[in-house]
Structures are given as C-alpha cells and as structure tokens.
C-alpha cells in the first residue's frame, strides 16, 4: 500500500484529535495522484475529499481493505502497525509548525530514500512540499 500523510516541520499530523490544517488543493492533488484507484481512509477523512467523494473509500478499518498499489490517506492513527504493507510513501509537507500529538510515526531512516520532490501553493498555504519515499 502506498501512505499519503499530511505533516509539519516536527512530523506532526494531529492535535487533541483534530487535523492540524487542511487545503483543499491539496486534496485535489491526493486525487490526482490516486487516480482512479481511489484514496482508501478513516471516515474521519473523508469529509475533507467532499468535492471528490467518487474518489474516496471510506472505512474505519482502511488499511485492510487497501492492497498492494492502492492509496492510503492517513491522519489520525499510527502507521507502525502496518509498516511491513507499505510500499511507498508520499508525505506533504505544510512547511510550519503547529501544535501537535499526534506525529508520522514510521522512521523514514531505515532504508527509506526520497525518489521525488515538488513544491506547489495550496489554497491556504503558500507552499506545501511533496516527498515521495521508496526503498
């Protein structure tokens, strides 16, 4: 499965159970990239992807139902729990510091390497970076 998380400068996701920000370009790029596959995540999520609700699985259960090649947007839980199915990682990056305690909790240092790399305005941030990671 391929994770899509949102962070901030610290790694940050997440404060007292509420997403830190949100952009709505920014969701339009994470239904760019899935295409027609489709975002699988939290019912929580969902509501962000109103303007592109074909293009979302919603489940409370997500990562069991994503497979191999499939997109997972993840914000309000760990990901260490499924590390082993993740195949690849694509982190965008608000590029600021918010208050969080909930943070990207999988090491990217254990064999993890930036592939891509590509800066664009969001709708209520300047400049958001997208990462992608593959071992």
């Known amino acids: 499965m391929i994770i899509m998380a949102v962070v901030d400068d610290h790694g940050g996701m997440a404060f007292h159970n509420r997403r830190q920000s949100r952009d ?9 990239i899935a295409g027609s596959k489709g975002i699988y995540m ?25 497979g191999e090649g499939e997109y997972c947007f993840v914000e309000d839980r760990a990901i260490t729990p499924i590390q082993d199915a993740v195949e690849k990682i694509i982190l965008f990056r608000w590029n600021r510091a918010y208050p969080a305690d909930l943070y990207f909790d999988m090491s990217l240092d254990t064999g993890w390497h930036v592939t891509e790399t590509r800066e664009f305005a969001g709708s209520s941030h300047e400049k958001i970076t997208e990462e992608v990671y593959e071992k």
């Not at 592109?52 to 409370?60: I, M, P, R, W």
């Open 42 to 66: 939290s019912p929580y999520s969902a509501p962000l992807f109103e303007e592109e609700k074909d293009a979302v699985h919603a489940y409370d259960d997500f990562f069991q139902h994503a």
């Open 24 to 32: 709505r370009l920014l969701c339009q790029r994470m239904v760019e």
